[in-house]
């Protein structure tokens, strides 16, 4: 069954067309745009630009969770990520969402106006259960395999797919327990999040079976570094034709959001593909 709405905070999205959600990394070593939004007078300028440019949701982060990189400290992570929440919650007319894996962090935001805490940790800390249950905020819940430092050793999976479909469905259902609203949460499976290329595929090839769980599904491809294996392609900045690939196909699987670097372009793909998924349309 298809998810008909997802509730964040004061916004509510009718997922009748896929969202963009726009990356916003305020990160001094993200793997593709770190470093470029520090200042969080910038960042605040490229949340504005992100809005023009077609996003939905803009999704700040303050910790980069590429594969191997090491923790900051909360109070760090809370410095990089709050003012920029901020000045954006006050002054654009959509969600802002918190990426990270910290109640601490996800706390401080929400203070400030953020409506959607994105933990890519998918909800194993008690204590980000009680702080989202306790909001009004939406929720993406991630899978991620271990944790980043360490989660592209060898990752090892049975079958890639039933074990992902397993996770979220049991995360979901606690949050449901814990007392949030089903109509709050979004589910994602964890794109290059402790997989191969080839369960990273798998998983896209077989997102319907994600879909089928009834929550709104976000995929996180953009510039991931499977699409610079399938495209022998190094520089994550040069790997759009592969990140508007994934996003195509996420989204005529089954994908409601799709998070990204490239917003213009993914914007305008997905305009075309959902005039194309029209029945009727001549």
């Known amino acids: 069954m298809a998810p008909s709405i997802w509730r964040c905070g004061g916004f509510t999205f009718a997922l009748e067309r896929p969202l963009v959600m726009g990356i916003l990394n305020v990160t001094p ?3 593709s745009d770190g470093g470029k939004y ?6 605040i300028a490229r949340g504005r630009q992100i809005v023009v440019q077609g996003a939905s949701i803009i999704d700040v ?3 980069s969770t590429r594969p191997g990189a090491d923790e900051v400290s909360i109070a760090e992570e809370i410095a990089r990520a709050r003012p920029v929440v901020g000045g954006l919650a006050r002054e654009l007319g959509v969600p802002v969402s918190i990426d990270t894996r910290h109640s601490q962090v996800a706390e ?10 994105n933990d890519v940790s998918g909800f194993r800390d008690p204590k980000m259960v009680e702080v989202a249950a306790g909001s009004d905020a939406g929720v993406v819940v991630m899978h991620m395999l271990g944790e980043p430092r360490t989660m592209q050793v060898a990752p090892h999976y049975d079958d890639v797919v039933a074990e992902v479909v397993a996770y979220l469905a049991g995360q979901a259902e606690m949050l449901e327990r814990a007392g949030m609203e089903r109509e709050r949460i979004a589910i994602d499976p964890g794109i290059g999040f402790g997989k191969t290329l080839e369960q990273n595929v798998e998983l896209l090839r077989r997102l319907d079976e994600i879909a089928a769980l009834g929550y709104p599904v976000l995929v996180g491809g953009s510039r991931k570094s499977m699409i610079g294996m399938i495209l022998g392609e190094t520089d994550p900045g040069q ?6 690939a994934v996003a195509a196909w996420a989204v005529t699987h089954g994908a409601d959001i799709v998070r990204v670097h490239d917003v213009i372009e993914t914007a305008r793909l997905l305009r075309v593909t959902s005039l194309l998924a029209q029945e009727g349309t001549s």
């Open 29 to 31: 070593d993200s793997f």
């Open 38 to 43: 520090e200042d969080p007078l910038v960042a």
């Open 61 to 63: 982060g303050g910790e």
């Open 108 to 117: 401080a935001c929400l203070g400030v106006g953020a409506a959607i805490i």
């Open 239 to 244: 790997r759009l034709e592969g990140s508007l």
